[in-house]
């Protein structure tokens, strides 16, 4: 059974249909890879998922248990953690709050105060910031910013992880840096899905590749095999010319 | 050795906390009647402001509310404890007080802090209208009469329950800060979003601290209510007592617990002075350093206060390589 | 008199019209400027006391008043905008945040204009007499200066419809009030599209408050439950949106009428039922978008 799925999954936002009728799947332990133009809809499925926003129709399930209707913080409670687009750290924290949050609150059942002190610890030893954990969110360099949001994520001891556009404004270097941390989180047991325009992150880690396109599904498989697809290939390459004149 | 300093750091700050405890305790002994009603006067707006940063401070949800639940103390006080046939004794005045704030902030908090924090803000701030329409239609109606008068307690009663109720209130105000609930509140004033996917009901606990919060205004209300003798809704439910401890609690800085103590001993004191001599222009200028303040020190006397010392820090090590440099020069 | 029904609408249109006035200039400074202007009423109270003043002192006609009271409010209010709110708009570190801030400078603001206009008029009631003789018409009786200031109003009404939808800056402005950071990209000045669009609040409220006057006594303090009608109408009407807060304001005009009828003390306890009930059931209003 898939970690996550999701059927005929739809979000309209006044007469907009941002997500239409998609049937997804992650496998448990799986990197998953979601990609497609600007406006695709990728960010607004991660948002159903995360009950962000409600569902129009359709049902997700995570393990087996439907997720309609509920908060949240509840979701992430069962064990679903995101990371966001544009960064959303607690900015009148330091580093180590900001993760502390999500190791106290992130977990189904009360969690002693040292034993979060660790959790945290750990967390941000993993992204490696632990030099850091007194600084000021925004003192913080993008790239870091996005470790401490990993980390904070970590912290609430997720089986599966939402990551939504990590590698945005990262250089080749940094961009490295973050598929490897992507392999090693997976490499813990967490499943990740992630959103991503930077395909060689998508090429490099992903197993699986789902592609939105006006908020429809138009193609799944392989990364070799989306990379491809006539499909995918017209979509972006369309956008490409489209942008060119 | 970090440890040690902080801790005894600690200590000379709760024993200052105990000192100025005894000396409050105290001072009925030794002080004339009118300054333990100043006093006691301080010690009410201390309690609001520092209920109203309870609140307001980490979760940004600026409540205009205090007035509000200042007046329903006030009333329950007038309906309870009324002259010449209290209903019941006055320790169960206030609690009854803490109660019904408590049940109506809840409503409002569970109806309001569900939806994006405009709604709450404008319900707050009607709050006070409101409630004191509600209690001037059943005076006229069902009572007949307007204003009702309470049992007057003496000087020193008033202030007791002042203080007991001021030491309750720092406690809650203390411990919520410092408890994984008050790290919540923070991180619903940081980012609500982050927050709530990061497993925070932020609903809940949104609402039950502006619940915790109304209590405190509750119980000065009502404990107010036997000085001032006689109520009527104009004065129960009065917008300036929701002005005073936002002006209190912003000019001293929320940051701190102790910033809104500041704030309220400040413009307490101020106002006592300036109501006599200046009825009206007072008001106007506290309505200036209001805006004064939220443009220019948003963090208030006690955010000043780490830029105050990096700034000296920065001066004396100014002067230090000033010096260094002399000597170098004269070798 | 005998109230019948024609009777009754009818005067809750007449009132609804201010409301509907009052509440479009609300909407304008929150849709737009994005400020809760809880000094809203202030504004309406010094249109009041000003035309009372010009009235009283100057032998003013109240109508022509208009021309002095308006503009007097438009420039305040494109001030005080521009003055605070712009700035606060750049210190802020989040929209959140912005929005608490100026929630309490506008609080602020209710206490300072009041003060002032007790220490210059004083804190009794006032009033002043101006057409007010009674009008027969569909078997009802009411003063004239009401009708005429629902005629203003509805003048107002559709001066406004096209001042948004066919000038350019009314284009502008809705723009703004769309999406503030996009239409300064598109070529919007937005440093004083807003600030205008606050001090076009403001001289509402002032329009208000002069026709206000006509009918009824004024004092110093009665801008509060101004404000507050205005935020339920505001919130009735849609947050945001100009029509709504027009056709909401007639809506609760009629409603308040009815409860006037029946009780008169209970019409504003009964606004904030109607408050609740939406907050719980519909929170984006009747022509809600956001």
């Not at chain 3, 723009?175 to 609040?201: E, K, R, S, Y």
Request: net charge positive; with cysteine; charged share 10%.
């Amino acid at each position: 059974m898939p970690i996550l799925e999701g059927q005929g999954v739809t979000k309209n936002f006044g007469g907009l249909a941002a997500v239409s009728n998609v049937d997804f799947h992650v496998g448990q332990g799986e990197i998953a890879g979601l990609i497609g133009p600007n406006g695709a809809g990728k960010t607004t499925l991660f948002n159903l998922i995360s009950a962000a926003h409600p569902l129009s129709s359709g049902v997700i399930r995570f393990k087996g248990q439907k997720l309609n209707g509920l908060k949240p913080h509840q979701i992430c409670r069962m064990g679903v953690a995101r990371t966001f687009q544009e960064i959303k750290l607690f900015g009148n924290m330091p580093v180590f709050q900001n993760v502390l949050v999500g190791a106290f609150f992130g977990t189904p059942t009360r969690i002693s105060a040292a034993d979060a002190a660790r959790e945290a610890n750990q967390a941000l030893e993993f992204v490696g910031m632990s030099a850091m954990t007194a600084t000021l969110v925004q003192d913080l360099t993008l790239v870091n910013q996005k470790r401490v949001e990993v980390a904070r994520a970590l912290a609430t001891r997720p089986e599966l992880l939402l990551l939504d556009e990590m590698m945005a404004g990262l250089n080749t270097a940094e961009v490295s840096e973050a598929m490897e941390l992507v392999t090693k989180i997976r490499d813990k047991g967490i499943t990740i899905f992630m959103v991503e325009h930077v395909m060689k992150a998508i090429m490099g880690i992903c197993e699986r590749v789902m592609v939105l396109h006006h908020g429809e599904k138009i193609a799944e498989g392989t990364p070799q095999e989306i990379v491809t697809n006539k499909e995918v290939i017209e979509i972006y390459l369309g956008e490409e010319t489209r942008a060119a004149s | 050795m970090d440890i040690t300093v902080f801790k005894s750091k600690k200590l000379v700050v709760v024993g200052l906390v105990l000192l100025i405890l005894i000396w409050l305790a105290t001072s009925p002994l030794y002080a004339s009647s009118s300054n333990i009603r100043l006093l006691s006067t301080i010690l009410m707006y201390i309690i609001l402001a520092v209920s109203w940063a309870m609140f307001s401070g980490p979760t940004g949800y600026m409540s205009l509310a205090p007035a509000a639940f200042f007046g329903v103390g006030i009333y329950t006080a007038a309906f309870l404890y009324a002259r010449g046939s209290p209903l019941l004794p006055l320790p169960a005045v206030i609690v009854a007080a803490c109660a019904i704030s408590f049940v109506i902030a809840l409503l409002v908090g569970l109806v309001t802090l569900r939806l994006k924090g405009i709604y709450f803000a404008i319900f707050s701030f009607g709050l006070i209208v409101l409630l004191g329409l509600i209690v001037q239609y059943w005076e006229n109606q069902i009572i007949g009469r307007r204003g009702q008068h309470v049992v007057a307690e003496g000087t020193e009663t008033v202030f007791y329950v002042m203080l007991a109720i001021l030491v309750a209130t720092l406690l809650v105000a203390y411990f919520l800060r410092r408890s994984r609930w008050g790290m919540a509140m923070l991180s619903i004033g940081g980012n609500e979003e982050a927050a709530t996917h990061m497993g925070v009901n932020t609903t809940m606990v949104k609402v039950f601290t502006f619940a915790i919060s109304a209590t405190f205004m509750g119980a000065v209300g009502a404990i107010m209510a036997t000085r001032w003798i006689y109520v009527d809704p104009s004065t129960a439910f009065n917008p300036m007592y929701s002005f005073m401890p936002v002006l209190m609690a912003v000019f001293g800085g929320m940051g701190q617990l102790y910033g809104p103590v500041l704030g309220a001993a400040v413009f307490a004191y101020l106002e006592r002075i300036l109501r006599r001599e200046f009825p009206a222009y007072y008001m106007i200028v506290f309505g200036v350093i209001l805006i004064i303040v939220v443009l220019f020190l948003p963090g208030g006397l006690v955010g000043l206060i780490p830029k105050l010392r990096d700034r000296l820090r920065g001066v004396i090590a100014k002067l230090r390589k000033g010096g260094q440099t002399e000597q170098h020069a004269n070798t | 008199m005998i109230e019948s029904l024609p009777s009754i609408i009818i005067g809750g249109i007449l009132m609804g019209s201010i409301y509907a006035l009052i509440a479009m200039g609300l909407s304008l400074q929150y849709g737009v400027a994005r400020v809760i202007n809880l000094a809203h009423g202030e504004f309406i109270m010094i249109g009041a006391m000003l035309t009372w003043m010009l009235s009283t002192s100057f032998g003013v006609n109240p109508l022509l008043s208009v021309a002095i009271v308006g503009p007097f409010l438009l420039v305040i209010g494109f001030i005080l905008h521009r003055t605070l709110f712009t700035s606060l708009r750049t210190k802020a570190p989040s929209q959140g945040a912005f929005e608490g801030s100026s929630l309490l400078i506008a609080f602020g603001f209710i206490f300072i204009f009041q003060n002032i206009a007790i220490l210059i008029w004083g804190g009794d009631v006032k009033a002043y007499s101006y057409l007010n003789f009674p009008v027969r018409f569909l078997g009802t009786t009411f003063a004239a200066n009401r009708l005429v200031a629902f005629a203003f109003v509805i003048a107002i009404g559709v001066a406004f419809f096209f001042f948004l939808t066919r000038t350019r800056l009314g284009k502008a402005i809705r723009a703004a009030a769309q999406d503030p950071a996009t239409a300064g990209l598109m070529g919007v000045n937005i440093n004083w599209v807003l600030p205008l669009c606050f001090g076009l609040g403001a001289f509402l409220a002032g329009l208000a408050g002069v026709l206000l006057s006509m009918s009824r006594a004024i004092s110093a303090t009665m801008g509060l439950s101004y404000t507050i009608i205005a935020l339920i109408v505001v919130a009735l009407g849609g947050l945001g949106s100009i029509p709504g807060s027009f056709i909401g304001g007639f809506i609760l005009g009629i409603i308040g009428s009815i409860v006037s009828f029946w009780q008169p003390a209970l019409s504003m306890i009964v606004f904030y039922g109607i408050f609740l009930i939406l907050l719980l059931v519909r929170p984006t209003g009747i022509l809600g978008k956001k």
